[in-house]
């Protein structure tokens, strides 16, 4: 696989971007999602700011109040005995480890637009914020699907009820419409098809399961692109592969014909993040044809190895021109890089990998 | 609240239901959705069959084989140090003991009849047995939402894959249509709403979280009862309450003047599970009216208190007649209940409570 890293990377770091809060510091610029417009390659950036202590015996937590519309601070002391501060992205309670009870950090979406696809300049305001009780930790990771002439953006939706997925559309990347949340907690990494199949929509998305079952991606069919039904189970983790702790859909799933290729990211039990492919069925999406067994990306350039969280190369989307695939990807938590594929190339792995 | 416990009770016990694998014991016949068809009451019976293991140093766990469609056993012995056999109804990893890799029974439904609601005969063979891959683990607490002459019947669909939720539509409770997976894992006690409201149908469901939020209780729309969208949290978890651990729908939404009369199961963070009631807006179900302070029905008999898992009473249907329902509910997940209960008697107990 040849992988032209361009030579801009990382195209945008946390040091490019001015943090809308005061007293916060932007720690991570990064997964944004994809789209074409107006001529230029748009970034949907996932920014986070962190609150600044002045104290370093206390942590902070920013909380967004969907009911006076206002950024509120939490804060914990280090020697706090109900609270795990171990992981500096998050705020644990002890008595239940595997997951949060508070985020250290806000993300929210901030547009960076090029007309080359290498140099990116960063709008001043969010494009979007959290607005509702569904997003008072967060508004993470977006993709952007497009239909026509409307753009439908989904993202992670994270409060105290969950991590949901929430779908806004828009025509302009000005006015939005909200559309509600269209998977419910606990679940992520959702990617719309970009069209209609045998009459029904499909959608990919990556539940997070508390009793029995692994990070695995799922497949759900749509009438309107707001239900979603139908879900089963699609790509599964491979012990002792590149994905052996768990998958998520990366980019929008591009339409070949040989099938959908499906550019997944994949991480081990270790969380070295590596992007992989798979081909799906052209009629029926719910057929995984070819899968990878070698990464099609992984983690190499420094900017890719070291970082918030090292070893991860984590896309959210992908500009298709003939045979190359602009591809735009997330570094370390960190920052935002790109490279350039070749389709031809994945098809012809996956080919190859199949045997 | 007047309670009117039939004298019949316990209705149905496993030592009525004779098991249908050979070498297994019946050691459930509770959680049975309820229906009315042909002037009968039908109890759609959660069975657990669990495998009589020869050797007492083993515990046997069934499987079923989507591929082969035979039901397979899977043998542990009790020194493996792999896993917990602590709870008698799972075998957990003790890498994640917060979940579980296999259980001891497989639950399947069976249909109990009844023409006077007291006295239930039960079919030989099952109405709904394990059968695809969704399903290895079995199904479990289905509930039965009437629409016209349609029977939509929803059950979780439990698997290596995750606790889905399914559901099949019947008009004979003899011919089925399977309508695949309506809610991704991990979810369960769904709870479709009998009529449209607004243009849309809509369901209560209840996530199962694994990084941040609780066992609370949702709502969904639906276009068309297979796809669902607009998740919305509809009632959470009371610390200190009766449901201060967790809630889940329990029955079929009621219309009622007054608003929609939603009967759930609320457990403490010590699994003692009683039933309670919601009022939801008639014309906009994700507005919550009232809710009880104090629970409409508690463990108090003796099969309610004593049984495979004590002090649980959990209702998953109930059947209107005027101003009484005649409401059927698991008791211990052991055997099945009935009582009576005035509807007028539930809503002033909201109104008096909701003060």
Redesign the interface.
Known sequence: MNIYRYEENPLITPLDVKPIHEGFEVIGAFNGGVAEYNGEVLLLLRVAEKPVSEDPEIVLAPVYNAKNKELELQSFRLDDENYDFEDPRMIRSKAKL????YLTSLSYIRIARSKDGHHFTLDEKPFLYPFN??QT?GIEDARVTQIGDTYHVNFSA???????DALVTTKDFENLEY?????????KDVLIFPEKINGKYYAL?R???????NL?I?I?????L????????LLGIRPGEYDSGRVGGGCVPIKTEEGWLILYHGATEENRYVMGAALLDLNDPTIVLKRTKTPILEPVADYEKNGFFGDVVFACGAIQEGDTLHMYYGVADTSMAGCDMKISEILHQLEVEAK
């Open positions: 595997e997951g949060f009870s009780e569904y930790f994270v409060s105290e009820f969950g991590v949901a559309q509600g949340n269209i998977f419910a907690p606990e679940n998305h539940p997070s399961l508390k009793s029995i079952g695995d799922w759900a069919s749509s009438p309107d707001r239900s979603f039904g139908d879900h089963r189970h």
